[in-house]
């Protein structure tokens, strides 16, 4: 027989702009049968009680880019370089067990040391394991000597991008994701050159779109948001330096902005010394400003 709970007297905010001050909410099993007012619900007989007065009820929250694979300490590049796939699978264990914990129940996770991001949704979709639904993309797609190659895939040239997108998808990628500009973390990278050419980038757009699948590209300059607007790419992972332009093709053409402000702003926050690489730590600081604005613009258009 399956389960019934009801949580009595909780305030819900329902995601749609309405609040209830006293609700019921109903749950069978994994499903919430009903929601509305107490005065409106009857609980069904059998059903567990919870009493939610004081306590606030919302559905579970979308985050739209996680890695993982990068736990906390101050230099990832380095972590995930001195430690084995199974520590880091361990860790990616742990992390989605406090995402979820936090109330976060799906996420996009856009890049991964490995195919690991595979077997650990695996692991959750069965109940093996806590988490949230997972959204993987796993390795990062990227030029040579690209941003992200220590969780990405290297490629040149249309083929070996139409090549790797396949094989992501064989191993169970649900979005792809390509890397369109230098980036904070990886050394040598300039956040504001573009990276891949658009011919790459329309490459895996194509090849992912032939099997159902988004495509998600990192960007943080103009340019290479702009090419992989030109692309057709379905969201813009950052978008730092955004201009009119790039805002103006990204609004014509439907392509989504996933803003990530706390990355870059608790790296550029972090103090001399504190074990982040000084060359992140500089980039960062210098596009903080220039985040904030790229978002509110992109909240007034």
Known sequence: MMKSFAIRSVRVIDGTGRTIE???????????????????????????????????????????????????????????????????????????????????????????????????????????????????????????????????QEVQGVEQVRAVVRAQIAAGAGVIKVIASGGVLTPGTSPDQAQMTVEELRAAVEEAGQAGRKVAAHAHGSSGMKNAVRAGVHSIEHATLMDEEAASMMREQGVFMVPTLSALATTAACRLGCGVPDSARDKAKSMTKRHAVSFKNALRD
């Not at 019921?24 to 059998?46: F, H, M, S, Y």
């Open 22 to 152: 006293r609700a019921t909410v109903i749950i069978r099993g994994k499903t919430i049968a009903a929601v509305g007012p107490d005065r409106e619900l009857a609980i069904p007989r059998g059903a567990t009680k919870i009493d939610g007065r004081g306590l606030t009820l919302l559905p579970g929250l979308i985050d739209c880019h996680v890695h993982f694979c990068l736990g906390a300490e101050p230099d990832v590049v380095e972590a995930i370089a001195n430690e084995t796939p199974s520590l880091t699978l361990l860790k990616s264990s742990r992390a989605a067990h406090q995402t979820l914990e936090a109330g976060v129940t799906t996420v996009r996770d856009v890049g991964s040391r490995d195919h690991a991001i595979f077997t650990l949704k695996q692991a959750i979709d069965t109940g093996l394991v806590p988490g949230p639904r997972i959204v993987g993309a796993g390795l990062a797609i990227c030029m040579i000597g690209g941003h992200a190659r220590f969780i990405g």
